[in-house]
C-alpha cells in the first residue's frame, strides 16, 4: 500500500481526511440574519448621521450657484454694453437674468423638485436689481437659500461685488 502524505494510507482515505464533508461548511440562517440586521442597524445610524451634513451641503451648492450666476449677471451686462435685470421670485423658487427688453439670459429654478431642493429662495431689502456694464448695481441684494433647518446667504453689494456669507 502506497503512503500519502507520509500517514500510511489509502488513496480514498487520505482524500476524505483532507476534503470536509458537506453540509458543514458555509452559514446557518440564523447568522445571516444576525449579520443582516447588524448591517441594517449601521446603516440606519449612519444615514441619521450624515443627514445634516448632506443637507448642509445641498444648501452650499445652491448658494454658490446663486452666487456664479449673480456673477454671470455682471459678465452678461459688460458684453451686452446694456443692464441687466435680476429677478427673484420667492414663491416659484426662481432666479431670473433678463434684458430691459424682456431677453431671458438664464433662469434658474431652486424649488423641492429641482436638483437643490431647496425650501426657501428669499430676497432681502428688493426683489429685483439692475447691474450696469460697469458691475455697479441699482442697490444691494441678499439672497437666502433654505432647506430645513440650514440655510445660506450670498450677497450682492451695490458695487457689483458678489459674496456668500457664513
Known amino acids: 500500500m502506497a503512503s500519502y502524505g507520509g500517514r500510511g494510507l489509502g488513496p ?18 440564523v447568522e445571516m440574519a444576525v449579520v443582516l440586521a447588524t448591517a441594517g442597524i449601521l446603516l440606519t445610524l449612519a444615514v441619521w448621521r450624515f443627514g445634516p451634513a448632506l443637507q ?6 445652491a448658494v454658490a450657484t446663486v452666487a456664479a450666476d449673480l456673477q454671470y449677471a455682471k ?9 441687466v435685470v435680476v429677478i427673484v421670485n ?9 434684458s ?10 431652486v424649488g423641492p423638485d429641482t436638483e437643490f431642493g431647496l425650501d426657501a429662495l428669499a430676497a432681502a431689502p428688493v426683489t429685483s436689481v439692475e447691474v450696469f456694464p ?11 437659500a433654505t432647506l430645513d433647518t440650514h440655510s445660506r446667504q450670498v450677497r450682492l453689494s451695490r458695487a457689483g461685488q458678489v459674496r456668500v456669507l457664513p
Open 100 to 109: 430691459r427688453g424682456g431677453t431671458i439670459f438664464r433662469q434658474r429654478f
Open 75 to 83: 459678465m452678461v451686462a459688460a458684453r451686452q454694453r446694456e443692464p
Open 134 to 144: 460697469n458691475g455697479v448695481a441699482t442697490s444691494a441684494i441678499t439672497l437666502t
Open 12 to 29: 480514498a482515505q487520505w482524500v476524505a481526511d483532507v476534503v470536509p464533508p458537506r453540509g458543514l461548511g458555509g452559514f446557518s440562517v
Open 56 to 61: 448642509q451641503a445641498r444648501t452650499r451648492q
Open 90 to 98: 420667492p414663491s416659484l423658487q426662481l432666479l431670473l437674468i433678463r
